[in-house]
């Protein structure tokens, strides 16, 4: 298959030539395409490379079913967490389904590699852990799906919980989750011990919700810093949200970002609303791997969100006040390069020798990709259309 006239994010033009999955070879623009047996003239469009959502939540979506209104009484992580136990005393659709629904969604509009993050906890057990799985299972073709052991209800003050997640880690969980030590826990160290000793025994990485603003939070983070160097975690260690980094003076969050780059701990942002956001561009200079995901999609938690890349980098970059074409590519590079690097993807890129994975669309510029989300007109898997005009092909 011979995918002609193909603009690469670079606004090179080329011929993308597809064999057994793979990418075979960039051919030059001025070879005629038509003696080729496959070809498809993609008359110019944009190539990018697969979009990766780096922070969803496919068990606590509730895509598909009649509308649930959000009921939290309050604003904390905690009423929501209450929240969020009625809605799933009412579930009577499984997880499997509804994620299965978010991850059709999701791929027709250009994600091929996701992080899921699984509710663990004593009541839970592992059942939801082990509805993904299915999931996971099934779409396996289609998209990869890391998977967080996530103690959404607190380790310490959900007894039992720890086992679990070290259970959920031998039944197929790729990492280790946490959840505002301080916040939720009220124990850092002994929530990070938790953690870190499942990480270091079961040779996993660690992804961690942190809330927690101010100089608690930085005080998490400057934790979470040592504790991953301690450890040998280097670059298997992310921190979801740090709102701590945007709530600080410019130096403290100066300092704390040398910290987190010198351990390799990764910093996930989804452009929330309702948060002060992590200095996106100072944590980038100073070293540290900044990457986006959609985090709650039509859930307990947010009514919002539909796990369309594109559209959350936009949504990262309007939080994050980007105008310039050099920041809507970083923005871009979080739900892209960046994610893969962060999840551990290789090869990744539209690159000889690496997967024909690639999402087509009708923009002049990665920045105007990013500015108008475009309709993807391909999504393109091994080689393979999976998805054509937002639609998965069946
Ligand atoms: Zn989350």
């Known amino acids: 298959m011979l995918f002609a006239n193909a603009t690469l994010p670079d606004g090179r033009r080329h011929h993308i030539d597809v064999q057994g999955g793979q990418i075979a070879a960039l051919l030059p623009p001025s070879g005629d395409p038509t003696r080729h047996a496959g070809t498809l003239d993609l008359g110019g469009a944009l190539v990018l490379p697969p979009l990766i959502d780096g922070h969803i939540h496919l068990d606590k979506t509730l895509l598909g079913l009649p509308w649930v209104p959000n009921q939290a009484a309050g604003n904390r992580v905690a009423d929501r967490i209450e929240a969020e136990r009625k809605v799933r005393a009412t579930r009577t659709v499984p997880e499997a389904e509804t994620g299965a629904n978010l991850v059709r969604q999701v791929v027709a509009s250009g994600t091929l590699h996701m992080r899921s ?175 986006g995901g959609s985090d709650n999609i039509r859930d307990a938690w947010s009514p919002f969100g539909n796990g369309d890349m594109l559209e959350r980098a936009m949504m990262i970059g309007y939080r994050a006040n980007f105008r310039h074409d050099e920041e809507l590519a970083l923005a871009f590079d979080m739900v892209t390069a960046a994610a893969a690097r962060v999840l551990g993807i290789v090869p990744y890129g539209i690159e000889p020798g690496g997967p024909a994975d690639f999402v087509i669309v009708e923009a002049g510029s990665l920045a105007e990709a990013v500015a108008a989300r475009p309709k993807r007109k391909l999504v393109i898997k091994a080689g393979r259309i999976v998805a054509r005009d937002g639609v998965l092909v069946p």
């Open 117 to 291: 993050h699984v509710d663990i906890d004593n009541q839970l057990g592992l059942k939801n852990l082990h509805e993904i799985l299915k999931v996971r299972e099934r779409f396996r073709d289609l998209v990869t799906i890391q998977m967080v052991a996530f103690p959404q209800s607190g380790i310490l003050r959900s007894p039992g919980t720890a086992a679990l997640l070290d259970a959920a880690i031998a039944e197929g969980a790729d990492l280790v989750g946490g959840l505002d030590p301080v916040g939720i826990d009220g124990d850092l160290d002994g929530h990070l011990d938790a953690i870190f000793s499942i990480a270091e025994r079961r040779g996993v990485g660690i992804d961690i919700h942190l809330h927690d603003s101010g100089e608690s939070g930085i005080h998490q983070l400057a934790a979470i810093a040592h504790r991953t160097e301690v450890a040998g975690l280097n670059g298997r260690v992310a921190v979801s949200h740090a709102f701590a980094l945007g709530s600080v003076p410019t130096d403290l969050a100066e300092r704390t970002a040398d910290l987190l780059a010198e351990a390799g701990v990764a910093i996930m942002s989804h452009g929330p609303g309702g948060a002060v956001i992590p200095p996106l561009k100072l944590l980038r200079d100073h070293g540290v791997e900044v990457f």
